[in-house]
DNA sequence: TTGAAAGCGCTAACAT
DNA sequence: ATGTTAGCGCTTTCAA
């Protein structure tokens, strides 16, 4: 290790700013913690003394004494390429980030392979090294908490599916209102006096994309509107494009989609396009996320704005909560909000 | 603090190992330190009392102690849109993770918002906080360096764009043959047959954009070929479309595109395709990255494959050679692969 | 090869 | 409001 050598003024210890203030090391610790127990003056001169000398708490000195890491976890256990891939995700982490970053605590990321247990991962969030996890993923179950120290506060993004963990210790998540949302987009096209509404929905095996799904079908029950126009897609935009071109061939006479993500909402578009039907004229098409696939593009997506950013400052601002032992609620679910742009 | 009270049994320390194995604390120590000087029957009791207590070193303890901490940071200076949604940085963040995942390393993320001048990111840099750092980004030049520790080891993804920082101490960095592989690409079409082959390439302010260009150049003048078939693209789906409508326009003789990025060559074959152009037989393309945009598709993409993840892993092994105190390059260029697919 | 002892830099009672 | 005193759990000379 390098670093230990070399003539370079070390970095000043918590001992040699109180020394240079004249105060005692626990005085500084308090000044260093916000402690309101000191004296302006004495304040003063600690926080002079620490400029001076350019201080910086040692966070491992700090953790062994405090018995806290001040680290928590991104646990994201799925393929990178799913999920770093997914915009969805990149405005999570935004929004983790953001909450944490006027915070003391640092993030720390766990990419655990699908493929593998992640046996690694549990041990590693058992071992203490984090105070506390943040698990982001579309398809995790609570199940990944079985197993873990029962004391180390979990927040998970989008509803987990229920699993084997005791029902008496329900998960904390933070969702969108998916189902509202899915409701607003359906009733909108509704409201624009479509009635052949075809929908592309998402993966069984996501309860966002179920959820999405149920609202489109609340709302053609409630209009009285038929509900068999459905392909689904993979949330990706060729799957889009395949479920579009479906749809056409199977309901050639339909008059709106719904499309459950703005990334199949873009290949459901290219379907549209190469049958040469106009949007919103022809068909009016709503997707889903108001993600970067809404905005960009010749024709400015009219779509559901999930709040993503936010969804990840709630998450982190949950668990930051959980940290400070406050009572937080098990479930936080955000508004949707419909975005009316162009093709809808 | 909920986690100090319960009954659940306490994680064990290294004092209560050594009791079980009935050595001393600095045994275990060198035990679980790896620590040639420890006879076959202690290294065994001690393993064994390891095992029975499910024994995990402290890692505050053992960083206040060493004087190490036993994480490095993962930069990434841009917009967490920019980055996660692009493909490239999920492979790299995965090699990265790959690498450290048998480590004792763990991964510290600091996205900083381009908008502020990430003050807060290098004073935690400069805190002590890491033993070292991977800067990846696409525009980041090695200024960033300058201000840090100059004892900290920073290892760049991509080649930074060489700024300010001091000529004697030359970043550290690993990079894909960018020039090599459009040369090999380019070539191909030559290969082909083809005679009058265009380009879109990427951003101007990104090096792996210009030495793409550049390696265009070369192998066309090197045929004898003319070079004034462009239209520069931004690396999206759309600037790609954009750019092969213009080229389309522009030079409707064209026979071949080397595209510089797979997402843009998807983009161009949708213009190939709505002006009724067969690929590969009326116009070959070549993509650049071999993501997952290449072989997604009904066509699939002719591409060069820059081995993403592999260039993460050795970014993660050239940082940990660093922090071992080993001599390592200062640049790596990872050799490029041409893959053949249907596109040309 | 092993152990004893002295910290690493900080926090947190407990006194005062 | 401030100082004193113990450690937090581990590594690391130095002796044996």
Known sequence: MSR??????ARPTLEEV????????????????????????????????????????????????????????LVVPEDAHRVFGDPYFADVVQGI??????????????????????????SYLRGGNVDGAIVVSHHTGDHFLTGLDPDLPVVFGGRPMLGDAS?????????????????????????????????????????AALDREAGWREVMAAAGLPDHRVARGDFTLAGGLRAGLQLLREHPDLDAIFVASDLMARGALLALEQAGLRVPQDVAVVGFDNSLHAAQGDLRLTTIDQHTVEMGQVMADKLLRLLAGEEVEHQTVLATTLVVRESA
């Open 97 to 122: 980030s953001d909450r944490l970053d006027d915070s003391e605590y640092v993030l720390n990321l766990q990419l655990t392979h699908p493929s593998s247990p992640s046996e690694k991962t549990r």
């Open 4 to 9: 230990a050598e070399g003539t370079v003024p």
């Open 18 to 73: 109180a020394a240079a203030a004249g105060v005692s090391r626990a005085t500084v610790s308090r000044v260093v913690n916000g402690s309101p127990k000191v004296s302006p003056q004495v304040l003063d001169a600690v926080n002079a003394a620490i400029d001076r000398l350019g201080y910086v708490p040692n966070r491992a000195a700090r953790s062994l004494a405090a018995r806290h890491t001040m680290a928590i976890a």
């Open 167 to 207: 029902p008496e210790r329900p998960p904390y998540y933070v969702d969108a209102d998916n189902l509202g949302g899915a409701r607003a987009a359906t009733q909108h096209l509704v409201d624009l006096g479509r009635t052949r509404i075809a929908t592309i929905p998402g993966p069984q095996d996501m309860p």
